[in-house]
């Protein structure tokens, strides 16, 4: 029901469905209403896909620093959450593959984890009854492209909020209390407070900070890709909204 209610709530579908509203009532001559509701989509859309706005979304939901290596303390697992997946890994030889979100954060951890030595947990599970889980596709990504392997892997996990959950069971059972946990800035805000309601004691791992469009006219010209930062981004507020309610 949340998954629903997320797409109904987000672009693009919710301003097809305004667009549609909006030729619904014109045809039943409720003219004024028609025209406000068909304005309404497609300004919307516009306004969401200009850098400016999108960056303006975007760089409240960065609340974490990055990490700074000196102040760390041993003891700790850098956890990794799992950020999507590619349903075709014809390029590995594989039959789905990580994201290219989760291929950023491995990035981070595989770099995080030769500094420090930390051990690393992937987290990550089968949204949609996959044969194999994300977590697992992640760790063969470390293994093959950083020549780095995790020593957990929590399959269960189709949310952030259960990340979290099966994520401290994990660790907890074996002494671990402490983590840094890598995603990009904007997640973090959403993650952390997750993780820590579990017991742990979180050091956020930023990565990916968002950057401010260039000065001039290029800034108000729309692109697809910030109308999907700008998705992104009310995608992180409307899950905070919710997750305020756990």
Do not use: C
């Not at 097809?16 to 003219?31: C, I, K, Q, V």
């Not at 954060?105 to 990550?124: C, E, Q």
């Amino acid at each position: 029901m949340i998954n629903l209610l997320k797409y109904l709530a987000l672009p693009p579908l919710a301003n097809l469905l305004l667009l549609l509203a909006g030729f619904l009532f014109l045809s039943r001559r409720w003219r004024k209403m028609g025209i406000l509701l068909i304005s309404i989509s497609l300004t919307s859309l516009l306004v969401l896909s200009l850098p400016l706005v999108s960056h303006a979304l975007v760089k409240p939901l960065e609340s974490f620093a990055p990490v700074d290596l000196e102040k760390l303390e041993d003891g700790q697992v850098i956890v990794v959450l799992g950020g999507g997946r590619a349903y075709t890994g014809r390029e590995f030889g594989w039959p789905d593959a990580p994201s290219q979100p989760t291929i950023s954060r491995l990035n981070y951890a595989a770099w995080l984890g030769r500094k420090t030595g930390f051990p690393l947990l992937l987290t990550g599970g089968r949204v949609h009854q996959e044969k194999i889980s994300e977590a697992q596709l992640m760790n063969w990504t470390l293994q093959e492209s950083f020549g780095l392997e995790a020593r957990w892997l929590e399959e269960k996990s189709r949310t952030t909020h259960e990340n979290a959950l099966f994520t401290a069971d994990l660790l907890q059972k074996e002494g671990y209390g402490r983590i840094l946990l890598v995603s990009q800035a904007w997640h973090l805000a959403r993650a952390v407070p997750v993780f820590e309601a579990q017991g742990l004691t979180v050091t956020p791992a930023p990565m990916q900070f968002s950057s401010p469009p260039p000065e001039g006219w290029i800034r108000w010209i729309p692109r697809a890709y910030h109308l999907k930062k700008s998705t992104q981004a009310l995608h992180e507020w409307l899950g905070r909204l919710v997750y305020s309610f756990y």
